[in-house]
């Protein structure tokens, strides 16, 4: 059964940080374009992060300069760090694989999705 499944949500004071992980299961991702989505309550779907198989990053404008994806192909596992949290970063987090070629955001074009994570950021 392939999966992804992500880890590291949970409660924190605004200006603080997390650290999230996306680890795949029953198949590998590594030559996948991997990307972050958050959703808030009553809100769409929205892109946060992608990075390319390669190591190219891009972000939404709302989290440049404060989040930060990566991914270690030997441990197949992709990484948000998420500085300077606010309270609209409040949302479940959700990791997708899409393909190799792809460095959009659309989130049709992702294949794979995890459960989500949830992060909450208080004021």
């Known amino acids: 059964q392939v999966q992804l499944i992500e880890s590291g949500g949970g409660l924190v004071q605004a200006g603080g940080s997390l650290r999230l992980s996306c680890a795949a299961s029953?198949?590998?991702?590594?030559?996948?374009?991997m990307g972050w989505f958050r959703q808030a309550p009553g809100k769409e779907r929205e892109f946060v992060a992608g990075?390319?198989?390669?190591?190219?990053?891009y972000y939404a404008d709302s989290v440049k300069g404060r989040f930060t994806i990566s991914r270690d192909n030997a441990k197949d596992t992709v990484y948000l760090q998420m500085n300077s949290l606010k309270p609209e970063d409040t949302a479940v987090y959700l990791c997708a694989a899409g393909p190799p070629s792809y460095s959009g955001t659309y989130d049709s074009r992702f294949n794979y999705w995890g459960q989500g994570t949830q992060v909450t950021v208080s004021s």
């Open positions: 029953g198949r590998t991702f590594i030559k996948n374009t």
């Open positions: 990075i390319s198989w390669r190591g190219d990053t």
